[in-house]
């Protein structure tokens, strides 16, 4: 199994919409949480940081469930500038940090 | 601030040959990232520096790849000798050493290797 799994998309939705983006961890020892966003061709930077009573930060909500080992993306009113690939990160002891394999997201007109 | 700095930007060479990269974190960030990004995945970490010392190089290549940070602050990643599947940008990260676990990795632009 792999360290960190999330959903393989693409996910193409119109603008306005709703998504949302799934991510799995399989080190219950992980101590932090991250979306990270990567646009085409370029380097990762990031989003937000994930926390365990969840956080907003204006139309992007990050949700953490240390029980199952589970963190979501919501994305609300999408806009054509979100068309980006998302990448869940985790990181462990030893400040190691391990990417998933992202998940593309293309918002539509 | 400036941010993390690499180079080349890209590098085009020919299978077995040898390539070097070149990696400037921010100033005062004490542990040091390479990844490698093959296309449409995520990156891979290769090796982790702590100031000067290895802290995780479990997913480095040791027969062909190496890397150091003799003083604790610029590093390089080699390849020696290069193979088709090497084609990938490589990364570098840096992250200041807090008490919080949930500071920030600043990423610089990437070296694009392409391996003929």
């Known amino acids: 199994r792999k360290e960190v799994e999330q959903d393989p998309g693409p996910f193409n939705v119109p603008e306005g919409a709703t998504v949302a983006f799934n991510c799995t961890y399989s080190n219950s020892a992980s101590q932090s949480f991250f979306w990270y966003r990567q646009d085409c061709r370029k380097e990762p930077k990031l989003l937000m940081s994930v926390y365990s009573s969840g956080n907003e930060d204006g139309r992007f909500t990050a949700q953490l469930n240390r029980a199952s080992q589970y963190i979501s993306l919501l994305i609300r009113d999408s806009k054509l500038s979100d068309s980006a690939t998302y990448l869940c990160?985790?990181?462990?002891?030893?400040?190691?940090?391990?990417f998933g394999p992202g998940t593309s997201l293309s918002v539509i007109p | 601030e400036a941010g993390v700095a690499q180079s080349p930007r890209y590098k085009i060479i020919e299978k077995r040959q040898s390539v070097a990269f070149w990696c400037n974190p921010i100033s005062g960030h004490a542990t040091l990232y390479w990844y490698q990004q093959i296309l449409g995945q995520g990156p891979k970490l290769l090796i982790q520096?702590?100031?000067?010392?290895?802290?995780?190089d479990s997913q480095l290549p040791k027969d062909r790849f190496s890397a150091e940070r003799l003083k604790g602050v610029d590093s390089t990643l080699k390849i020696q000798p290069a193979k088709l599947e090497d084609s990938a940008v490589y990364l570098c990260?840096?992250?200041?050493?807090?008490?919080?676990?949930?500071?920030?990795?600043?990423f610089g632009p990437g070296t694009r290797l392409t391996v003929l």
């Open positions: 520096f702590q100031n000067n010392g290895v802290v995780d």
């Open positions: 990260a840096s992250r200041m050493k807090r008490k919080s676990s949930y500071n920030e990795q600043f």
């Open positions: 990160v985790v990181k462990t002891s030893y400040d190691k940090v391990i």
